[in-house]
């Protein structure tokens, strides 16, 4: 028999909840990270640190934290049809997407690097890459999958410039701050987005093996000129963009056209959507099957060169995609270092116990070095007219790509780890951003592209390679590790025997040998003697935790901090 309970005794409670962290949220992302701060400062963006706090401010807000969550459970749909049987055509996300959308694009997310050709006769502003670079940085820690169509449109800039006539048409619809997810055809909007559609279901990586055809709408074409396409792309992300960069076969080979969903009398344009991706991740972002059925598009360039327009986008996205990984590592980062202050475990913090001290010190030292390995890269992008960092652009893309979003996915499931149970469970955003860890490695060209893209540098520019090595030997100064580091990565590149198959072992090593002279010329002497120590001089290891036993943790620890300990 049951006793009843005591008249005083509150039904139904059966515990108090204690020993949990404080909600993450309401966080400055930008003031609560310090190697962000000092990337920004050190690589020409420090003019826009006001504008830059009040960004990290709006990004970490619960507001805009909440938006993330409700985008990422409110998967888009697609309506092919609408209720009388008529082609839609039609993506529809639900309204935290588009609350998303407003933000980073009223922060010129979708055309910073490019801001000044709004203005006729305007240099571009110095520092412009980086500052950009930070708030994509922050915004991607918001909400990741939106900023794909945010990154596409800033991308497709210097690929549109290769047509003029293109170009001033749709300019002026892109560098504006203004967002409008209307479908209707571009003259009637406010703003515009651009997407990307260049792999076929036969092909994939191998562009060239694309099938679908492009012909003259009249005459013989040429650049500018309209052509009707035909065919199929396996992936066309953020459908609902108001134009896309297609690749197809025209009768000079593989060429760029520029495809808008509209045609110029308002009609739709000869885009069916077949069906949205069910994706591991980036969920609030739709990417969709397309054929082309009698498509209108505009030729961008010659034709027969369509791969060297379009990599002028594929180059700034894949910037974009180490910035976001980096973004990604240290929002899980700061989840983890906050349970840890909060959480007692054994009568003490659970960021007291060694054990777990070494664990979050060795996230640290890898989340720093991409951080900074991205921001050097960003600066790259600035100083288009300095020969020293066009080379470090040409060469150091695949390379940051490559390594910064490789090593997304293991910190991230150590950062889950850190949280246990807590953060294996969706309602906090870990699992989330975990499933989208791997897509920046992926998208954008995979880790094989990146080794074969660094590969054609080494064997057609070589003089790139030397001059980018150059200042990495400078760098390494006195240390004797990284003058080490720099004759190993010296004896592979040569030995063009076995150049071939060991391409991503060549990535790899010139990433971290980067990363370790950045750190030892900027970082605190905890940062860069443990990173170079065990990334460059360590044995073994496959987890982390191991090899800085004899590191200052705590000063580790403090610095990457996000409540400043």
């Not at 990173?531 to 935790?545: D, E, L, N, V, W």
């Amino acid at each position: 028999m049951s006793q009843k309970p005591t008249e005083d005794a509150e039904p139904f409670v059966t515990h108090q909840v204690t020993n949990q962290s404080p909600l993450f949220e309401d966080i400055n992302l930008f003031a609560s990270d310090q190697a962000l701060r000092d990337a920004v400062e050190r690589e020409g963006g420090g003019g826009a640190v006001k504008q830059l706090n009040a960004f990290g401010l709006t990004c970490g807000s619960a507001e805009a934290l909440e938006h993330g969550r409700l985008a990422n459970e409110n998967l888009p749909r697609l309506r092919t049809h609408d209720r009388q049987g008529r082609r839609l055509d039609l993506v529809e996300y639900h309204p935290s997407y588009h609350a998303c959308m407003e933000v980073s694009i009223a922060e010129g997310l979708n055309c910073g690097s490019f801001a000044h050709l709004a203005t006729a006769g305007t240099q571009p502003r110095s520092g412009a890459n980086v500052e950009r670079a930070a708030a994509f940085y922050m915004a991607c820690q918001m909400e990741a999958g939106h900023c794909c169509p945010v990154t596409m449109t800033n991308a497709s800039v210097p690929t549109l410039l290769h047509q003029p006539d293109i170009a001033a048409e749709w300019l002026p619809r892109i560098l504006k701050r203004s967002y409008d997810p209307g479908f209707a055809p571009a003259p009637e909007k406010r703003a515009v987005t651009i997407g990307m559609a260049m792999t076929e279901k036969q092909g994939g990586t191998d562009v060239r093996a694309n099938a679908t055809l492009a012909e003259p709408a009249s005459g013989s074409g040429g650049p500018g000129a309209e052509y009707v396409l035909t065919g199929h792309k396996w992936f066309m992300s953020a459908p609902m963009s108001d134009a896309f960069l297609f690749l197809a076969q025209a009768k000079g080979g593989l060429s760029c056209f520029l495809v808008p969903r509209f045609r110029p009398d308002a009609s739709p344009n000869g885009l069916a959507l077949q069906r949205l991706k069910d994706k591991l991740g980036n969920r609030s972002n739709a990417s969709s099957e397309v054929e082309l059925h009698k498509a209108s598009g505009w030729l961008v360039g010659e034709e027969g060169r369509g791969v060297p327009a379009i990599m002028e986008m594929v180059t700034y996205t894949r910037l974009d995609c180490a910035i976001s990984s980096a973004g990604l590592m240290r929002f899980a980062l700061a989840h983890a270092l906050h349970h840890a202050e909060h959480r007692t475990v054994f009568q003490k913090r659970l960021v007291d116990h060694a054990l777990m001290q070494h664990v979050l010190a060795d996230l640290v030292l890898d989340v720093e070095a991409a951080t900074a390995l991205a921001f050097r890269l960003a600066r790259s992008f600035d100083r288009a007219e300095d020969p020293r960092a066009s080379a470090w652009r040409r060469l150091m893309t695949p390379i940051t790509k490559y390594w910064v979003c490789k090593i997304a996915p293991a910190v991230l499931a150590e950062t889950m780890e850190c949280l246990g149970g807590n953060g294996y469970v969706e309602e906090l955003p870990i699992a989330r951003i975990y499933r989208e860890a791997p897509v920046n490695a992926i998208w954008e060209g995979s880790g094989n592209v990146m080794a074969l893209d660094l590969l054609r540098v080494l064997q057609r520019e070589p003089e790139i390679a030397g001059a980018v090595m150059e200042e990495l030997g400078q760098a390494a100064g006195d240390d004797a590790l990284l003058k080490s580091a720099h004759a190993r990565v010296q004896a592979i590149l040569h030995d063009p025997r076995l150049l071939d198959l060991r391409g991503r072992q060549l990535v790899e090593r010139l990433a971290v040998l980067a990363a370790g002279a950045i750190l030892r010329a900027h970082a605190p002497a905890a940062i860069a003697d443990t990173f170079i120590a065990s990334r460059i001089g360590g044995g073994m290891r496959q987890t982390y935790g191991q090899g800085i036993e004899w590191a200052d943790t705590r000063a580790i620890l403090a610095r990457a901090s996000p409540n400043g300990r």
